[in-house]
């Protein structure tokens, strides 16, 4: 029996007004699969993980996640396929400031309805900040910070995983031990995981590595 | 000076971009100063106005006479006095005036007063010039069968210049000791020049005979020989007795001080405006200056000092202020010329209603203008002060990683409540010996009232976590979660989010607690003070401006007519009381037939003090008792002229007396009479019998009078219905300067409320990718409305009370001498303070619709 991916985008499409960001994308990702997209610099890395988690309208394609067709669906339904499935960890960290480290990584748990304090503390031991809950963000270095984002990300147990040049704002040293940690709990996790980046080196230690330029018009199952 | 032009250039290099990038809000906030300073400027320069043309209108009445020859109250002036005065060495001119009111039918043929001055036209020209007639002849001002009326008497009957041949105008008068009615007819001749309200000239003659008072004069103006020192010809002077010779009253003096209180209330009100409006400034700053959090931080690390940047936020608060004073003088101008033209200006009294005060620029005005001007300024630094120290103070590198730095001060918890206590301290301290500039200003009281509101302000915060501790039980959620903790995190933001509209609604609440208790407080005194049905007075004046006595045979036509059930007799006049200064205007007495249980006290009443004498009971108002510092229980002497047998009399009460700020008492009317000797009656309170209509019953009355045209009767229900539109008439201005106080606070609330979404897009975008939906987003800042504006809602409404409590028992009994009870109008009060909280909450959600676009997705790849 073939497994069904976990998600297939065809022929995606995306312009602001008259510039063409991307065309012809084709994207097949299976469950628990580590993908690596690479491209230069505003090459609309980030605009295409927007639009495969349904929070950017597409000009033309399809994209399917966990055999739901997001065209198909409305804002409340894709907002609840993103709680249910997906994490995000982005390169500039985006935690709330005024939130405590512990209630920054409740909060998924808390959108579905279902807070769980122990599965927030194992998540914080996970990536290290055990000790460090009921500090705030502006007490943290950027390497805790993001940090913080990995175990918000993987809290509620997500199918997919979007991160967004996750170590763009780390040095070298924190941003290859960020990037373990995150390949590790993806993998602990049994998440997949589309990794953005412009590194080589990051883009290496990924089950797959893409280029989006190649990606547009070839499928890359 | 080179610092000052890098910080210009800085200006319009780096600041004004980012200020044209947020229009509106800064719009708003000139907008907010132009309005503050516009309505406080109107005000002054209305005041002014009318301050200055009743000056000059009493300069034109008063001529410019070097020296007053006047007798002591209680003794005739006579001709003979007159001249044996003008013919003193040194005396030039010497011009004999007589004044008083007089009757006459207007163009519908309703009766109305006119003041008549009897002058002697040949000598007032010298001194009075500005009231003469042009006349054909000088002997034409001879004429004693000649009248000349103002502009505003010959409105008043129809007439304009050129008058016709044959006019005639027929006066009718009182004398002012016997009531006796003259009735003269006049021909209208040439118009006085005189631009004062309603007012007439008649030879000297005339005038004697028309009030009855022949071979009498109220003063006689004198002009010395130049050369002459005044002082020095005065000393010298052996007058007769009772007689004094002293430099002419300063009126327009007389009148600052007598609306004193009014204009400075008035006054403090309009300023109110500005106060809001420098929170509105104050929102508005700092949130721009938040916004631009990350620029500061990069300007910071390019090298720009702390106090540059300080020097760079209040730069643009300094632009704000000059663009909005400049705005604010104008349109101040154009409200007060506006004002002028549609209302007048009366300075709070009725006396002064008449004139029509206008509006000319001249250098004098200048400084005026650059104190309210100055005071936009002023308002627009200390507004920009707190977001400029923030901006010195900041983490540079911590903000530049994205992390935001908190903009509260951080003041210590202890600081709102210590400052309501303060407050509630100031207000309670006694009313000091103020010098006479400042007399009548409750200095003390307003300012209770400032640090009451900072105080509520400073408590907002503390207000805010402990609604949040309330919210605790609640189940927990994302929202309530972020809800709670950012409104923790940002309770200081929270405070200067609602700070105008904090201020607005307080000041509102205790304008309309106290506007509503006056009213509630007049109603039950109008109850008291009108018992009887029906109230009958002469139309004419008499002594001292009051109404002149009642024919004794009218007053027994109307007991014998059957068509009243019962008669209450009062008679009224002025009255000389011990302690009594010089400048005091004399305090009127009531004396009737008085039953204690009806009176309007303001307090309790006292026994008569022990001791051999038998004292008259008599009732002061709050005005006498707070001038002449007398209390129930005291004893004073009641006298009919300064020379005159004095009555000893005990204060007995204090009464509440909202129709005169110079004092009156009541006494009863047989002990005035057994004094006086004085038979006169002034006016008749009528009880009718039940079910009997009080307007034909008043017909027949008038019917009852030789001259039914010198009647005044009024049914109690007119008497009340037109006291309380006059006093909504007065306070309707202080409702229109709440309104645009309390729409400012508004503005403010949604300036900050919309900054403030604006400047969570990000936050909102990470939101959105965690799976909020837009509502979801849109509902937690519905959520965070509710709750800051609930807290304002109920601060505003608290302090409000607190405030209220301190204008009535405070504010008004220094500045006014009266008292009220504090009576709550609970639907309007639920009705504003809902208002004002439905329209935040709404304010909130519609800029945060603004907000959750497509942006916010986009915002969160926004790399600073």
Redesign the interface.
């Known amino acids: 029996m073939t497994e069904l991916p976990l998600l297939l985008a065809r022929g995606l499409s995306k312009s602001y007004g008259h510039t063409p960001v991307f065309s012809g994308i084709d994207l097949l990702l299976r469950r628990g699969e580590l993908v690596a997209l690479l491209g230069e610099s505003g090459s609309g890395k980030s605009t295409l993980l927007n639009c495969l988690a349904g929070l950017d309208e597409l000009d033309s394609g399809s994209v399917q996640l966990l055999g739901q067709q997001l065209e198909g669906l409305n804002e409340g339904e894709r907002a609840l396929l993103r709680r249910q499935q997906l994490g995000f960890v982005f390169q500039a960290f985006h935690v709330l400031p005024y939130l405590s480290v512990r209630d920054n990584v409740a909060l998924p748990l808390l959108l579905l309805g279902r807070p769980d304090a122990e599965r927030v503390q194992a998540m914080l031991e996970a990536v290290g900040l055990g000790s460090l809950g009921e500090r705030l963000p502006r007490q943290l270095s950027g390497g805790q910070l993001q940090r913080v984002a990995i175990a918000r990300a993987l809290v509620h147990k997500p199918a997919l995983v979007l991160a967004d040049e996750p170590t763009g704002n780390l040095d070298s040293r924190s941003a290859s031990a960020v990037l373990d940690l995150l390949l590790a709990q993806v993998r602990e996790q049994g998440a997949a995981c589309l990794l953005v980046t412009h590194s080589e080196r990051a883009a290496e230690r990924a089950d797959r590595c893409l280029r989006l330029e190649d990606l547009m018009g070839s499928p890359s199952a | 000076m080179r610092h000052a032009m890098r910080l210009f250039v800085w200006l319009r290099a780096l600041s004004w971009p980012a200020l044209r990038h947020q229009a509106g809000r800064q719009a708003l906030a000139v907008l907010a100063i132009a309005l503050g300073v516009a309505l406080s400027y109107g005000v002054h320069l209305l005041n002014g106005a009318a301050l200055a043309e009743f000056g000059s209108a009493a300069a034109s009445l008063n001529g410019q006479p070097d020296l007053v020859l006047r007798s002591q109250p209680g003794t005739p002036l006579r001709e003979a006095d007159y001249a044996a005065i003008a013919n003193l060495d040194g005396v030039d001119h010497a011009s004999p005036v007589l004044q008083g009111q007089a009757q006459a039918l207007d163009a519908q043929g309703r009766p109305f007063n006119l003041t008549v001055l009897g002058l002697d036209l040949l000598q007032a020209g010298a001194i009075q010039p500005d009231l003469l007639p042009r006349l054909a002849s000088p002997l034409d001002g001879l004429d004693p069968g000649r009248i000349h009326l103002n502009a505003a008497a010959l409105r008043r009957l129809g007439l304009s210049e050129p008058i016709p041949q044959g006019q005639v105008l027929r006066l009718r008068a009182a004398a002012p000791d016997s009531g006796a009615v003259q009735s003269l007819s006049f021909q209208v001749a040439a118009a006085s020049p005189d631009g004062g309200p309603p007012r007439a000239i008649l030879d000297i003659a005339a005038a004697q005979a028309l009030f009855g008072r022949l071979g009498q004069l109220d003063r006689v103006d004198l002009r010395l020989a130049p050369g002459l020192s005044l002082e020095e010809w005065r000393a010298a002077q052996r007058l007769g007795p009772g007689l004094t010779l002293s430099p002419p009253p300063d009126e327009g003096a007389r009148l600052g001080r007598l609306t004193q209180a009014y204009r400075v209330n008035l006054g403090v009100l309009s300023l109110m405006a500005l106060f809001t409006g420098s929170f509105l400034v104050f929102a508005v700053l700092s949130l721009s200056v938040a916004q631009r959090l990350p620029q500061w931080a990069l300007l910071g690390v390019l090298g720009m000092s702390a106090r540059e940047r300080m020097a760079l936020v209040l730069m643009e608060g300094l632009a704000l202020g000059l663009l909005g004073s400049a705005l604010g003088l104008l349109l101040g101008w154009q409200l007060a010329r506006l004002g002028l033209q549609l209302l007048g200006s009366d300075l709070g009294l009725a006396a002064v209603s008449g004139m029509r005060p206008t509006l000319r620029f001249s250098a004098e005005q200048l400084p005026a203008a650059a104190v309210f001007g100055g005071l936009g300024l002023a308002v627009s630094l200390l507004s920009a002060w707190f977001p400029a120290r923030s901006v010195q103070g900041m983490p540079v590198a911590?903000v530049l990683?994205?992390?935001?730095?908190r903009l509260d001060g951080g003041a210590p918890v202890w600081l709102g409540p210590g400052l309501l206590a303060l407050g509630g301290l100031l207000a309670l301290l006694p009313s000091p010996s103020w010098p006479a500039w400042l007399a009548g200003v409750p200095v003390a009281a307003y300012a209770a009232m400032l640090a009451m509101l900072a105080g509520g302000m400073a408590c907002v915060p503390l207000l805010l976590r402990l609604s949040l501790r309330a919210l605790a039980w609640l189940r927990?959620?994302?929202g309530l979660?972020?809800m709670r903790?950012?409104a923790?995190?940002?309770a200081g933001e929270a405070s200067r989010a609602l700070a105008g509209v904090l201020v607005a609604l307080s000041l509102s609440v205790a304008m309309l607690v106290m506007v509503g208790s006056f009213r509630d407080s007049l109603s039950q005194w109008l109850s008291q003070m009108l018992p009887a049905d029906l109230y009958l007075r002469s139309a004419l004046r008499g002594e001292g401006g009051h109404q002149a006595p009642l024919p004794p045979e009218l007053i027994e036509a109307v007991r014998q007519s059957g068509q009243v059930q019962r008669l209450s007799l009062q008679r009224s006049r002025d009255v000389w009381i011990d302690g009594l200064a010089p400048e005091q205007e004399l305090p009127a007495l009531q004396a009737r037939e008085l039953r204690e249980q009806d009176l309007p006290l303001a307090g309790p009443l006292a026994a008569p003090p022990a001791g051999p004498q038998d004292l008259t009971p008599i009732y002061i108002s709050e005005a006498l008792r707070d001038s002449l510092r007398l209390q129930p229980g005291q004893r004073s002497q009641l006298r009919m002229s300064p020379q005159g047998p004095a009555l000893p009399v005990f204060v007995r009460g204090v009464w509440r007396d909202y129709a005169r700020q110079s004092g009156a008492l009541l006494m009863p009317l047989a002990a005035y009479q057994a004094w006086s000797g004085d038979r006169r009656i002034t006016e008749l309170y009528l009880w009718l019998p039940p079910g009997a209509d009080a307007s034909s019953r008043s017909e027949a009355l008038r019917a009852l009078a030789a001259a039914p045209q010198d009647l005044e009767i009024a049914a109690v229900g007119e008497l009340r219905s037109l006291s309380l539109q006059i006093f909504d008439r007065s306070f309707a201005v202080t409702v229109w300067l709440q309104a645009v106080a309390l729409a400012i606070g508004l503005f403010g609330i949604a300036a900050a409320q919309s900054a403030q979404a604006l400047a969570r897009r990000?936050?909102f975008g990470?939101l959105?990718?965690?799976?909020?939906?837009?509502?979801?987003v849109l509902r937690l800042l519905g959520l965070e409305s509710l709750l800051l504006c609930g807290v304002g809602a109920l601060a505003g409404l608290g302090l409000g009370l607190g405030l209220s409590a301190v204008l009535i028992w405070v504010v008004n009994p220094q500045s006014f001498h009266w008292s009220m009870d504090m009576s709550l109008p609970i639907a309007r009060l639920a009705a504003l303070v809902a208002a004002v909280f439905v329209a935040g909450v709404l304010a909130a959600v519609l800029a945060g619709r603004q907000a959750i676009g497509?942006q916010a997705?986009q915002a969160?790849?926004?790399?600073?």
């Open positions: 911590q990683k994205g992390l935001g730095q927990p959620s994302a979660l972020l903790e950012r923790r995190d940002q990000r936050e990470l959105l990718h965690l799976g909020f939906r837009r509502a979801d497509q997705v969160v790849k926004e790399d600073w």
